[in-house]
């Protein structure tokens, strides 16, 4: 690993989990409507509840460099991860994706098209963005619980990574469902609802699948 890297790792995992914990409370409080519960206890200040971020920052900054990948993919992973780890907190607080966070990941897909422009990179982007938007929405009008903010997800992953590292990622958001819904199956308790957020979800598949993706065994990036 180079210092670059590094110098990265150290953003992601002091500085990145600071910004997230006060941009998600912004976010998050702005979206309460009169009447609803207060947002919890772990998206207080971020000064209260340090341990957590800071161990969710370790554990991207270990995702970052457990590979060796190119100075321009440690910047939009350190982008995609702000927003993820944000539209994460969002969404288990209220259950609801904020569009800000989306177009930081158009934000992130775009850095990394205007210093690697490729022809064939932006026609996986496009058919991923469709992919993502109709394949979810679809699943949706089958009357599963998906928001419209999953679907603008979908899309957007679809987007960042294109239609490999979306079906990868919704791959592994299929495997952690089925984990939570046999957890709620053998626990039964109130405290565990039914209702999943998607966003984390989804995530968690996204920086996984943009590190590393299933693809690169069957084409080449």
């Not at 947002?39 to 800071?54: E, H, M, S, T």
């Not at 998906?146 to 495997?175: H, N, V």
């Amino acid at each position: 690993m180079d210092i670059s890297h590094d110098s990265f790792m150290i953003l992601l995992t002091v500085l990145g989990p600071i910004f997230s914990a006060w941009w998600a409370r912004r976010l998050a409080q702005a979206r309460l409507l009169p009447g609803e519960p207060q947002l919890p206890r772990w998206l207080g200040p971020a000064v209260k509840n340090w341990p957590l971020w800071l161990a969710i920052g370790l554990v991207c900054g270990l995702l970052l460099t457990s590979r060796s990948i190119t100075l321009i993919e440690s910047i939009v992973f350190f982008i995609y991860g702000i927003a993820l780890v944000t539209l994460s907190a969002v969404d288990l607080a209220i259950r609801k994706i904020p569009n800000e966070t989306l177009l930081l990941l158009l934000l992130g897909r775009l850095v990394e098209l205007v210093f690697r422009f490729d022809i064939r990179q932006l026609g996986l982007s496009m058919a991923g963005l469709l992919a993502g938007y109709f394949l979810l929405a679809f699943v949706a009008g089958l009357g599963f619980p998906l928001g419209k903010g999953d679907i603008k997800l979908a899309a957007m992953i679809g987007f960042c990574l294109g239609a490999p590292g979306l079906f990868q990622s919704l791959a592994i958001l299929g495997l952690f469902s089925a984990i939570y819904l046999l957890l709620y199956q053998l626990t039964k308790r109130d405290n565990l609802k039914l209702k999943i957020a998607m966003g984390p979800f989804l995530a968690i598949g996204m920086l996984f699948s943009y590190i590393y993706p299933l693809q690169t065994f069957f084409i080449y990036r």
